[in-house]
């Protein structure tokens, strides 16, 4: 009979054997027998604005809204799914830019101009430039001829009014190219009432802030944006002292 030792030397290059025939058949099933596919998940589609929208409304459509009036270049303020007043104007400056109905909703026109990319165009060519668009009451902070900015603003109505020393006066603000050359870091008292913020381009006339920013010129002469619009065109030096002022 023989010794374990001697048993297990006859017995061990079999089991070897059959150890690696059994392991290139498991790899040769493995590599036969594909992995299951995963299917990797669809790609959020972009929300397409089918509502109308106006003050006060809320959600992923207004989200929708402000994103692609931010993706043309009009300053809404932010993107919170809450459509207020930035919001508002900014849809107001897509339909004046548009030439359609400015009434600061969102209905069947304006979801046409904002698929269309409705943007005004600049004037100038060269520098950074803020214009004032008298006819589209626009300001446009423009760089090399490429809009880079639009806001909604409000310029002298041409209504008369009387002026402080009695006579009376048109409510206008000159065409020309001028440059900013005094500025307010808060509001500035003066004959008409209280400036937020204001940058002199022309004399008494300034771009500044005001609490009431009608589609249509309202104005004494200035240009007139909301008070978070100037907060923003200080913060981002667009109309620093010596900025080049176009109001055509």
Avoid at 70 to 77: I, K, Q, S
Avoid at 128 to 133: F, K
Avoid at 223 to 234: E, K, P, T
Wanted: proline share 7%.
């Amino acid at each position: 009979m023989s010794s374990p030792a001697r048993t297990s030397a006859r017995f061990s290059p079999r089991s070897a054997l059959i150890a690696v025939a059994t392991a290139g058949v498991l790899a040769v099933g493995t590599a036969l027998v594909p992995a299951p596919a995963t299917a990797a998940p669809p790609a959020p589609a972009e929300t397409v604005i089918t509502e109308d929208l106006r003050s006060g409304d809320s959600g992923a459509q207004v989200t929708a809204l402000q994103e692609r009036l931010f993706e043309l270049g009009y300053w809404v303020g932010g993107v919170d799914g809450e459509f207020g007043l930035h919001t508002e104007h900014a849809v107001t400056a897509l339909q004046k830019a548009a030439g359609i109905a400015r009434d600061g909703i969102v209905g069947p026109d304006t979801r046409e101009a904002l698929d269309d990319g409705a943007v005004p165009s600049a004037t100038t060519s060269e520098g950074s430039v803020v214009e004032i668009d008298l006819d589209n009451q626009l300001l446009l902070v423009v760089s090399d001829g490429e809009v880079q900015s639009t806001i909604h603003t409000s310029t002298g109505s041409g209504e008369p009014y009387e002026g402080d020393d009695g006579s009376e006066r048109i409510a206008t603000t000159p065409t020309g190219t001028y440059q900013v050359f005094r500025e307010v870091d808060s509001w500035d008292p003066g004959p008409y009432g209280a400036l937020y913020k204001p940058k002199y381009f022309n004399g008494g006339i300034a771009v500044h802030g005001y609490p009431s920013v009608p589609a249509q010129p309202a104005s004494k002469g200035c240009a007139r944006v909301s008070l978070g619009a100037m907060d923003w065109l200080w913060d981002s030096g667009h109309l620093d002292v010596h900025t080049t002022v176009v109001v055509h």
